[in-house]
């Protein structure tokens, strides 16, 4: 009989001495997920700005032109020839035949389009015809573009919509340094509120890439949360812009 209560008496000081580890355990663990918890509710959101000027390395110069008249086979004379001064011109300002595309000619009767209207066109033709260049010599089309004017003293009516544009074409190439810098000052910023708060930077939590702009130089243009965006093409040097925002873990 004593040794049977001596058996159920051991058996109570086992089971007790494991419910007292487990329970040890158990807050051990506890404690540990309300400290992550914790600590996954400390982090701080930074940004970090990263800009490069560069210089565009593609013109696209539409050149369009316009001619109207009653007389279709005098008409297309007159575009020929139209034709022949803005390509003379071109070379003239050091630009190559390879550079130079030629549209598709256009011809409107202004009699069969079949609009009513209460005054009859002052011609009856019009001829359309569009000259694109495409170099990445964009200082040799900046010079030409600005004499355009004598193509219009030689009768030349040039169309409203040519134009003069400017791209930079290299992003690929510059993205992963500014990527990184942008990382870097973001980093700064995060160090600087956490020693104001008392805390140490920890890991990363969550980092998003902004968008690459690609603006006038020195424009001071505002940069979104992601993707990409051109927002200017009049200049010849622009400023790629990214803002990269990144979320640091806090640790005290």
């Known amino acids: 009989m004593n040794s049977a209560n001596q058996s159920n008496r051991g058996g109570m000081t086992l089971l007790g001495l494991l419910l007292a580890i487990g329970l040890i355990l158990g807050g051990l663990v506890l404690g ?9 509710d400390r982090y701080v959101t930074v940004r970090g700005l990263a800009e490069q000027n560069v210089k565009s390395d593609l013109a696209i110069w ?3 032109y316009t001619d109207a008249g009653d007389d279709l086979p005098a008409l297309y004379t007159k575009s020929d020839s139209d034709k022949k001064m803005i390509l003379d011109f071109l070379g003239q300002q050091g630009i190559k035949l390879s550079e130079i595309e030629l549209g598709i000619v256009g011809v409107t009767d202004t009699q069969a389009n079949g609009y009513e209207t209460n005054k ?11 000259i694109t260049v495409r170099t ?14 004598q193509l219009v003293q ?3 009516v040039l169309n409203s919509g040519s134009g003069l544009s400017y791209k930079f074409t290299g ?10 810098e942008a990382t870097r000052n973001a980093r700064a910023a995060a160090d600087r509120f956490a020693s104001d708060s008392g805390s140490r930077v920890g890991s990363i939590r969550q980092a998003t890439q902004g968008i690459f702009s690609i603006l006038a130089a020195n424009s001071g243009g505002d940069t979104g949360e992601s993707g990409y ?3 200017d093409e009049s200049s010849i040097m622009k400023t790629v812009r990214v803002v990269t925002s990144v ?4 640790d005290k």
Do not use: F
Not at 121 to 127: A, F, H, K, L
Not at 136 to 149: I, Y
């Open 32 to 40: 540990g997920q309300i400290k992550a918890t914790r600590l996954n």
């Open 62 to 64: 539409d050149l369009g």
């Open 120 to 130: 009859p066109p002052s011609r009856r033709y019009v001829i359309q015809q569009g």
């Open 136 to 149: 990445s010599r964009v200082d040799v089309v900046a010079g030409a573009a600005q004499k355009t004017m």
């Open 154 to 156: 030689k009768g030349v």
């Open 171 to 180: 992003l690929n190439s510059i993205k992963p340094d500014m990527i990184t």
């Open 229 to 231: 965006q051109n927002n």
């Open 247 to 250: 979320e640091y873990y806090l």
